[in-house]
């Protein structure tokens, strides 16, 4: 079984610095590396092959429900804040009961979670979303007023003050994580 929302991107940003890098230095790159890369993708592509890897888990679920889905691809604020509610959290399949009394939980990193956000748009990787919730101000920077901005800055001014922090979890993404079963279990409490 393939995912099915995939990035074609997903998984390459290090091995593309890498390679830049090893350019850059006039060093050859090294077999092992870009063999580990391989498996990295070949692993990521495979990895809801086994029935049992698609169960209880949360990345399964937001890749195959057509309207989070299309949430994700239409709204790129909606997508950070999704991406900022997995990180620093986890959370439990409230509809099995004993995977709640077993407190077995859903979680992962900031850099997985961008990823996953990476693959429900299909484009990028996780590069794209990591630390998004730490605020660009180089996006309004020269300017301090609002009316100084270029048209395409207050765009992404607009955009970007509806991003929150990592661990952040907004109504909406309760909202809907609620729907798909899902409840925060460990919630940051920053």
């Known amino acids: 079984?393939?995912?099915?929302?995939?990035?074609?991107?997903?998984?390459?940003?290090?091995?593309?610095?890498?390679l830049e890098?090893?350019?850059?230095?006039?060093?050859?790159?090294?077999q092992d590396y870009l063999d580990m890369f391989e498996q990295m993708l070949t692993e990521s592509q495979n990895k809801f092959q086994d029935e049992k890897s698609r169960i209880h888990n949360l990345e399964y679920d937001l890749v195959t429900t057509e309207w989070i889905l299309e949430k994700v691809r239409n709204s790129d604020s909606y997508a950070q804040n999704l991406y900022a509610a997995m990180?620093?959290?986890?959370f439990l399949k409230y509809t099995e009961v004993w995977k709640v009394l077993k407190e077995e939980s859903w979680g992962c990193s900031w850099r997985y979670a961008g990823g996953i956000i990476a693959d429900m748009q299909q484009k990028?990787?996780?590069?794209?979303w990591y630390c998004s919730g730490i605020k660009d101000i180089s996006v309004y920077a020269p300017y301090q007023e609002d009316q100084e901005l270029t048209e395409e800055q207050l765009a992404r001014k607009e955009i970007v003050d509806r991003?929150?922090?990592?661990?952040?979890?907004?109504?909406?993404?309760?909202e809907d994580l609620h729907k798909l079963g899902w409840t925060p279990f460990k919630e940051n409490e920053d």
């Open 1 to 18: 079984m393939n995912i099915p929302s995939r990035s074609p991107e997903r998984n390459t940003f290090q091995k593309e610095k890498y």
């Open 21 to 30: 890098r090893c350019k850059k230095e006039n060093k050859q790159p090294s």
């Open 87 to 90: 990180c620093n959290n986890e």
């Open 124 to 128: 990028g990787d996780y590069i794209d």
């Open 163 to 174: 991003y929150v922090g990592e661990g952040c979890i907004t109504e909406e993404i309760r």
